[in-house]
């Protein structure tokens, strides 16, 4: 259907027009991997880990800071409770996880664009957080509402990338408590992909799951996944009020969170890659057990944002070997609890999108495909440690997870495959760009950038000797020159602008 | 021992004062895997690939050119000779194959430095081959001895790097028919690391393996390899006589080779990763049943340097998922074979040390660890598809090689590891910065690059706000500067020299 901004402004005939017109894009479906996964630790030490998790839960405990409902429901559940510290039972956070599905959908505005979250699935997701963006153009500045705008675009527009996200950017124009109000309807109306919902407050969340309602009806969003949103717990062993009071309120209405510690190890986390895993899983273990006491069945991710730390600098380091392990070994433990896994990203810690950024982020990304993550966030557009979103490397990133597209899928041995006719026509000293074989399957045979640059020394020397940075830039601009709305229903798009404004008049601006 | 240019012209107490005064560094021991491989072929896949490989030796045969001494061999062997055309009866290239040792050593001058390759092994080797160099400053150029001088030193240098190589660049300023005895000289004077042979010509490895009896001493070198040699086969199918030349003096000297398809998929071979993975094991297959046969027990290593190519441009593509799985594929086939494996490297397409090289060298470092790669060539420093040797890329590959190393270590579960004091001294809320444990292990706890910025942005700002090629410069600039040779008994190095010198006057200068 075609889409206008209202019922009364915008005729739907000159949206139609335009959509003829559409530079068409293609989408790709979530990934399905066909190749096993890389499992780094021996029976013995996951033993070790699960071991010292349920010790951890039951000796030190974890704290629900200014929550006396979650106080209640694990007393009730048997938890052992002084003060504030929930001391868990061996085996109790480990047993309310088990109503915890496996694999659900995420429904989204158009069907095609649906993602299954666990199994062998994994489905990608951009950068979340970032309170600055930076373009080759303009260098680094504050991000605003039309950064936000723009990378939701460009997220729409990347072939690679099956989920819209979430915060891409902060809006920071837009006053805090508005923010999400912006930032859900962009998702909802920019793009026809899947997208996450607020959790900055309690009342956010409550906003997203009614704007939700609008836009999917009711009845649909209390039987279906329509949002998949972002609870960090606050590592160590901390779960505060505004994170469980979003997980409560998403938890209540059936729609999916990621439950993930957030740890720079070495400051929230031991200097070391299995007391990390040990409190990775602790603290994981709690809280998808707390999601399951507030609704038994309510689809929660196992997420693990975990990166070391420069201890130089107290920097926090990405790509690094650490990081990696820690991944694979978070991977392992979630697949041994039956969840869905979140980690992985285009991490990186370099303030430009220059080497640096691409080995610390291909280092993450290899690991997030091979370790058996399902649903990475940060896939794209990740740069200088999570402070900013580049549009360069939004579309340099988004591009390389056609390799993981391309990677996952494993080897065909059909006969088309076996080429033995090819093999047989070339012969010994021969060539295969004219065979028949080539000439029948070059187009698809290999995964080709669109961004990267394949050409001559001489021709690539001629048109400006180009880096990467700078031949992202030209794509970035023809991305958004050509991007064109998705269609929608202009009811449903008045009804959420009319949402939005009532809600934005409703109270005072805040910008803490 | 301390080391003069020749016993008449540099005394040895200024070298010895220059020894005293050396800036210390480390050199890391090869790699031993402690974490499983990548196995992304099932059964049948291998199945399949290794009859097809059978057929591909007996109905199609491979050729061996210029070469009735080979032939010979072949048909004494029981192979069908038609023409230059040898047909291996099914099975017969495999039980050849068998004599090949499965694991070995090859010895640098300094002891220490010996590397072990095959089994759970994996040795670092820098770039080969490339005619032209680039540095940040000048950009690029021809190739010299200079510039390989440079190379040499820096691989000296580079504690993750287990081998000194062999082309590091293409000296272009000296004679083609005499390169090859400074390079050589090179190897064995400015490092003590493990280094190659010449293969460009049979008479160029013999003088290589003379060379060596001077080094190590004939005895020595008749009872151990002392180098590893790089024998290509022109694909497909096809082994020359010039490479086969150079094989049969390595093999009759018991020394190492290399035995390595070097395919381009879609020119060299078939568009499809299956056939390509048949073709490459075919070549493997008789061109390491030759080696056997030239001398039962001749070290081998399974090669395959096989890259994709890009259907518009016919440019070689570097870091590609369908070359990822040719590397995974080929290791699955070596393993079984009981041969160490070649391949990868920080292969890349990029003109510049950019985003793009950096995500092309990582994704095929990545899958070189993981896909059980004994023997890495290119494991620093190869830009522009390996026409280039790039002084800034070397020193940022040569530095993530460290990520390599400690990801090979697995993860420890031992007492410390586990660091159950640390999560109870610090508990829900707290940090770790400074509880006991992280005092008593961060400096070892995570791997630490020593060219990427951790700095602040404003740090980052104030100093230039320089990408990773301008550090990177930095570094080349300092490790060249701070560069010593190793100590070498001058009576060796005066022989050396000699035997070069005498070498170089019996012929004329050829550049072609």
Known sequence: ?????????????????????????????????????????????????????ETVLEEIGV??????????????????????????????????????????????????????????????????????????????????????????????????????????????????????????????????????GSVTDPSRAQDSVEMCEILFG??????????????????????????????EVYARAGQACIISPFIVGGAMAP??????????????????????????????????????????????????????????????????LGLPFRSGGALCGSKLPDAQAAYESANTLNAALLGGVNFMLHACGWLEGGLVASYEKFVIDADQLGVLHRLAQGVAVDEAAQAMDALREVGPGGHFLGCAHTQAHFKDAFWRSDVLDYKPFETWDEEGARDTEALASVRVARLLNDYQRPGLDPAVHEALQDYVTRKKASQPDAFV
Chains 1, 2 share one sequence.
């Not at 499992?39 to 699960?50: G, P, R, S, T």
């Not at 505005?109 to 699935?121: D, K, L, Q």
């Not at 717990?233 to 901390?238: A, D, E, M």
Request: glycine share 8%.
């Open 271 to 336: 200097v070391s890659v299995a007391a990390t895993l040990t409190q990775v899983l602790a603290e994981v273990l709690a809280g998808v057990a707390y999601s399951q006491l507030v609704r038994p069945g309510a689809p929660v991710i196992f997420g693990a944002f975990v990166t070391s730390i420069d201890m130089n600098s107290g920097a926090p380091t990405f790509g690094t070997p650490e990081a990696s392990q820690i991944l694979y070994g978070a991977g392992q433990l979630a697949r041994r």
């Open 218 to 247: 009711a009845d649909f969003v209390a039987e279906n996944a329509v949002m998949t949103s972002l609870i960090n717990i606050n590592s160590p062993l901390t779960f505060d009020a505004t994170m469980m009071g979003a997980l």
């Open 63 to 196: 704290m629900f800071t200014d929550n006396p409902g979650a106080l209640n429901l694990w007393r009730a559940a048997g938890a052992d409770i002084r003060g504030d510290r929930v001391h868990i039972p061996r085996g109790l956070a480990r047993s309310l996880c088990a109503t915890a599905p496996g694999r659900f959908t995420q429904h989204a505005r158009n069907p095609a664009r649906n993602v299954e979250i666990g199994g062998r699935s994994l489905v990608l997701a951009p950068v979340y957080g970032p309170p600055f963006v930076r373009d080759h153009a303009s260098g680094r500045r504050y991000a605003t509402l039309a950064d936000f705008h723009n990378f939701v675009k460009l997220g729409h527009m990347s072939k690679w990338l099956h989920h819209s996200g979430g915060t891409v950017c902060e809006p920071t124009d837009v006053p805090v408590n508005k923010r999400h109000l912006d930032m859900v309807l962009a998702h909802m109306t920019l793009t026809d992909k899947p997208f996450m």
């Open 1 to 53: 259907m075609a889409e206008g901004r209202s019922r009364g402004r915008a005729g739907g005939g000159a949206a139609r027009r335009a959509a003829r017109s559409a530079p068409s894009f293609e989408v790709a479906r979530f990934i399905e991997r066909r190749i096993p996964d890389l499992e780094i630790l021996d029976a013995e030490a996951i033993a070790i880990i699960e071991a010292n998790a």
